[in-house]
């Protein structure tokens, strides 16, 4: 049976990094990962963009940037190029070749692209295994489909330390089969 976490919380509680932390551990165990991470970038301490990485080829671009051009999404610009050339092509790439499809994260920023939106709704069509971290507040109609149709787990600080290893262990078992 296959499994489907979407992983939800405030900003900057800790989505990403448990993310990060189940792909390390089912990397490590053997299991083939793929789809995007993203990370924080800064300078001087603050936030001024976000990266994506795509966790097969390793390949990583700029998400959005406070100094690029592009869709705004608050302060930010959005790199729809490096979006649609890394990101999606992740979620691709992940849909056929990988055992876990991993999308970190569904948000504003991602969804200015029609091609991301796509990527994502094909591979919820399939049989895949996915993780998926999910905006805490977004209605959009993806979004949506994504907390009604995965197990919904809320990161908090009293959780995020022990997610990584329970998430970790439901693929595991579910691939072990």
Same mark, same amino acid.
Do not use: C, W
């Given at each position: 049976?296959r499994?489907?976490?979407a992983v ?38 603050r936030?001024?963009?976000?990266e994506?990485?795509?966790?097969m080829?390793?390949r990583?671009?700029?998400?959005a ?7 705004r ?5 959005v790199?729809m ?10 979620i691709?790439?992940?849909?056929? #070749?990988a055992? $876990? ?5 569904i948000?504003?920023?991602? /969804?200015? &692209? =029609?091609?991301?939106?796509? !990527?994502?709704?094909?591979?919820l ?16 109609e993806?979004?949506m489909r ?5 197990? #919904?787990?809320? $990161?908090?600080?009293?959780n ?5 290893e /329970?998430? &970790? =262990?439901?693929?595991?078992r !579910?691939?072990?089969?």
């Open positions: 049976m499994v489907r976490i939800t919380g405030r900003p900057g509680i800790g989505k990403s990094t448990v993310i990060r932390k189940v792909v390390e551990r089912l990397k490590a165990e053997g299991v083939r990962v793929g789809g995007m991470l993203s990370s924080n970038i800064r300078k001087g301490g936030r001024v963009g976000f994506i990485l795509d966790v080829s390793g990583r671009g700029v998400l940037h406070i100094g690029l051009d592009g869709p999404v608050g302060k930010y610009g790199n190029q490096d979006l649609e050339d890394i990101g999606v092509f992740s691709t790439n992940a849909a056929q #070749l055992d $876990v499809v991993v999308i970190d994260e948000a504003p920023m991602e /969804l200015k &692209s =029609e091609k991301f939106v796509t !990527a994502v709704e094909e591979v069509s399939s049989e895949k295994h996915m993780l998926v971290s999910v905006h805490h507040n977004l209605r959009h993806l979004a994504v907390k009604k149709e995965f197990e #919904l787990l809320e $990161v908090t600080i009293m995020r330390e022990e997610l990584p /329970l998430i &970790s =262990e439901r693929y595991l !579910a691939l072990m089969v």
